[in-house]
Structures are given as structure tokens and as C-alpha cells.
């Protein structure tokens, strides 16, 4: 099974929509991310956290939204999608030790937004 | 805003053949990671380099730091067509927040 798990992997929706994407782990770790993947941008983070009672922005956090509601568990929600909102979105994770960490990631989701 | 950018944006090399790709970086950094990206998959990450460390070695990667120079590039040595990828850097600038580059996209004809 893999470390870190999105679901869905694919999604297609309309303009207008509430959506939910769900990212969980089994590595044990408390910081976890949400980025969004489009062509030529490289990835973009939209929102972190460090542990379940902290949540941050990112560089991108407008028209998204999201819910720790575990360890284990980071949910991304838009409220009313948008076409622009159309990309690759991954969850990733890290430990908290000291000295900088590698981030684990999942393997994506695609959103198309119609 | 990006903090990497990666030079060249693409890259195609003959199996065997040496690949370098570079990094420049625009704020002091904590450290400094290197990740590749397969068609559809996730990224996973390569090698981790210490604002006080100029160079490290994985196998067949080699990665280098210049802080004065706020650059890094990459090395991967005798490569394969498994190697075909994107390649990112990610800088670490503050407590394990990444800013990713925009990529280097690496080809590997057989």
C-alpha cells in the first residue's frame, strides 16, 4: 500500500461545485501540504500544516480551503470551482525533525473543471 | 513566486551520455532537494544538500551547492532511459517549507 493516498485520482466537475480531495498516510507524520501541479509552473503550495490544531496558507490559498482532521488525514476542499482551478493537485508529507526533511508525495490528483 | 529556476527546461541525451541540470535560487536557503517526477506519478525525492555542504553523492547522482552563487545543479552520471523524468529543485528557506522550481524535463533515448 502506498505511503500517502489521494482520492480521488481523476475528477471531472462543473463550474460552481464544492469539491473535496482527500489525502491520507501511514507514514506517522505530523506535517503534511497541499500543492497544485499546472504546466510549466512547477508546484505551487496552497495550503500546510505542522501538526492537526495548526493550518497555514500557502502561496496560492484563494478559493481553497482545508481540514486536518487527523494525523493521518489533510483534506482540500473548493467551494465553488472554477475552471482556472483545473490541475494536477498532490498531498505531500514530512517529518518534523530538525535539519531539514524530505516530503513524501502522493500521486496526485487530476481535476478538470468544465 | 518561484524561488528555483532550472536551466535548461528540457533535455534530451543518448543513454550513457552524462546529464546536468541547474539551479538558481534568489533568498538564502536552509537546504536545498533535488525530486523527479515520472509521467502522472508523484514526485519522490533524490538527494538533500545542507546550506553547509557543497557537494553530495547518491549513486549516480552527484549534486552540487554554491551558496555566494545562490546555485545548485545536478549530475546524473551514465544515465539510463529509466532516467527519462522531470526533475525539480526545492529550496528550504524556512523550517521545512519547500518553494519548488518550475523543472527540467530529461529525455534518455536508448
Known amino acids: 500500500d502506498a505511503d500517502v493516498t489521494q482520492t480521488p485520482r481523476n475528477r471531472i466537475t462543473k463550474t460552481g461545485k464544492r469539491i473535496m480531495l482527500e489525502c491520507s498516510q501511514t507514514k506517522g507524520h505530523d506535517r503534511m501540504y497541499w500543492y497544485r501541479q499546472d504546466p510549466g509552473l512547477g508546484l505551487r503550495l496552497i495550503y500546510y500544516s505542522f501538526d492537526v490544531k495548526d493550518i497555514n496558507k500557502g502561496e496560492i490559498s484563494d478559493g481553497y480551503s482545508v481540514s486536518r482532521q487527523a494525523q493521518a488525514k489533510f483534506s482540500l476542499s473548493l467551494e465553488s470551482a472554477i475552471p482556472n482551478q483545473t490541475a494536477l493537485y498532490f498531498c505531500?508529507?514530512?517529518?518534523?525533525?530538525?535539519?531539514?526533511?524530505?516530503?513524501?508525495f502522493g500521486d496526485g490528483t487530476r481535476l478538470s473543471i468544465l | 513566486s518561484q524561488q528555483g529556476e532550472e536551466d535548461p527546461q528540457a533535455l534530451s541525451i543518448q543513454e550513457g551520455e552524462n546529464a546536468t541540470m541547474n539551479c538558481s535560487y534568489k533568498?538564502?536557503?536552509?537546504?536545498l532537494q533535488w525530486y523527479r517526477q515520472n509521467s502522472g506519478r508523484g514526485l519522490v525525492h533524490l538527494i538533500l544538500i545542507r546550506s553547509n555542504e557543497r557537494e553530495k553523492h547518491s549513486g549516480r547522482l552527484r549534486v552540487t551547492l554554491d551558496t555566494s552563487k545562490k546555485s545548485s545543479s545536478l549530475l546524473i552520471t551514465a544515465s539510463r532511459a529509466a532516467d527519462t523524468a522531470s526533475y525539480f529543485c526545492?529550496?528550504?528557506?524556512?523550517?521545512?517549507?519547500?518553494?519548488f522550481g518550475q523543472g527540467t524535463e530529461l529525455s534518455v533515448k536508448p
Open positions: 505531500a508529507t514530512s517529518d518534523t525533525a530538525g535539519g531539514g526533511q524530505p516530503q513524501h
Open positions: 533568498t538564502s536557503i536552509n537546504n
Open positions: 526545492a529550496t528550504d528557506s524556512a523550517g521545512g517549507k519547500l518553494i
